[in-house]
């Protein structure tokens, strides 16, 4: 089994690249930041294909915070918790996190992170995560193996529990946030421009789940 999942990653990794691209521009479609704006990532990297090397590179001054020290570029690197960030409130312009919500534990763990991103951001954030209703598993490439049992699907990925949320739950827990799905329907975003509404973008607003 692990083999096929190695397998599998191997032909899906070039379109995760292309997905993260256009979640890149989207954020920047939304929330219009400029170069003199702070950005955290909060448990981001450049990316296995540099294909957040775009968002990197748009801002001078920025901070990954992340569990383990990869390949972060100019960011600074804080090593820390998603659910207990060592940053005063307000202290970033934009709060960006990609695929990792889902990764910090259960419901009440992603309730933490969602606060500390709500706590940290001054002007706006964007987090977006795998579509808990979407049928291909991201992260096995099955379908539906992210809705089998934990203990099921331990026993063929033991190192990577993750939780995956739905568009309400995504609401439940950004409640101030316009929350979208992907054109593909892959991945749930919410999206919050502090100062006021989320500018329109072409991405289309998730239904009722």
Same mark, same amino acid.
């Given at each position: 089994m692990n083999a096929l999942?190695?397998?599998l990653r191997r032909i899906a990794t070039?379109?995760?690249?292309?997905?993260r691209r256009r979640k890149i521009r989207t954020f920047f479609e939304a929330l219009e930041p400029s170069r003199a704006d702070t950005l955290l990532d909060v448990g981001g990297w450049l990316g296995a294909d540099s294909e957040f090397s775009?968002?990197?590179?748009?801002?001078?001054? #920025?901070?990954?915070?992340?569990?383990i020290e990869t390949d972060h570029?100019?960011?600074?690197?804080?090593?820390g918790d998603a659910c207990a960030m060592p940053f005063e409130s307000n202290s970033y312009d934009y709060v960006f996190s990609n695929a990792v919500i889902e990764h910090v534990g259960r419901y009440d763990r992603q309730q933490m992170m969602a606060d500390e991103i709500r706590r940290v951001a001054r002007k706006g954030y964007f987090v977006a995560?795998?579509?808990?209703?979407?049928?291909?598993?991201?992260?096995?490439?099955?379908l539906f193996f992210h809705l089998m049992p934990l203990g099921v699907r331990r026993l063929m990925n033991?190192?990577?529990?993750?939780? #995956?949320?739905?568009?309400?739950? #995504?609401?439940?827990?950004?409640?101030?946030?316009s929350v979208v799905l992907t054109p593909d329907g892959t991945s749930v975003i919410a999206i919050a421009r502090l100062s006021g509404q989320v500018t329109a973008t072409r991405t289309a607003a998730a239904g009722a789940r």
């Open positions: 999942l190695k397998a070039p379109v995760h690249s292309r997905l775009e968002l990197y590179g748009f801002f001078p001054n #920025m901070t990954s915070i992340n569990l570029g100019h960011a600074r690197f804080v090593r995560t795998p579509n808990r209703w979407f049928p291909i598993d991201p992260h096995s490439y099955l033991p190192r990577d529990d993750y939780f #995956m949320l739905s568009p309400a739950k #995504m609401r439940s827990l950004f409640p101030e946030a």
